[in-house]
């Protein structure tokens, strides 16, 4: 089974405003901003052999304040820019829906789809839902320092991106199956 790490894609791929206390997803095209920093970031992962994957929350498709066509194109950006695998969408504004982290449905669905240990894969995110999702999912959670880390349960706070995939670059190291055989 594939090992994977899972990216929310606001606020850690990308920048977000903040306004009152609060992250703002970009809604328009003209507005989503790839964090530059990520793209050596996530090669690395890939280089490591890890699936990538982008699961995030886009609760403004249900209420209506994102066009799909313009989520669509930040999408392609991403995809184009970053070496993603995968980007699985929950459109719902409801946060018991099991594809809404906190839930873990997109991480399970992407657990079928692409054949992946989640006891063995990573959540990397500054959202404390992220964390939870992870936590029922069995995965490990690097979650980067923001005012939306919470006080629920999560593995691991570092400081930045860089540093969140040093992080898994440690861990991964420590618990590779070669290592475990040793």
Excluded at 153 to 172: E, G, Y
């Amino acid at each position: 089974m594939k090992r994977a790490v899972f990216f929310e894609r606001d606020g850690v791929l990308n920048h977000c405003e903040r306004r009152g206390g609060r992250q703002v997803s970009p809604v328009r095209f003209d507005q989503f901003v790839i964090n530059p920093k990520a793209q050596p970031l996530v090669q690395a992962l890939k280089s490591a052999d890890f699936v990538v994957i982008v699961a995030t929350n886009q609760p403004g498709i249900s209420r209506g304040e994102i066009d799909r066509r313009e989520l669509d194109l930040m999408h392609r950006a991403l995809l184009k820019k970053l070496a993603i695998d995968d980007i699985l969408v929950c459109p719902y504004d409801d946060s018991s829906h099991p594809c809404c982290k906190p839930q873990p449905g997109l991480l399970i669905e992407a657990a079928f789809k692409w054949s992946l240990d989640l006891g063995h894969s990573f959540v990397v995110s500054n959202r404390w839902e992220d964390a939870k999702a992870a936590q029922v999912a069995g995965c490990t959670s690097v979650m980067i320092d923001s005012p939306w880390v919470g006080n629920d349960h999560h593995d691991f706070i570092v400081p930045d991106l860089a540093t969140a995939i040093r992080k898994i670059h440690q861990l991964n190291t420590i618990n590779s199956p070669a290592t475990a055989a040793a």
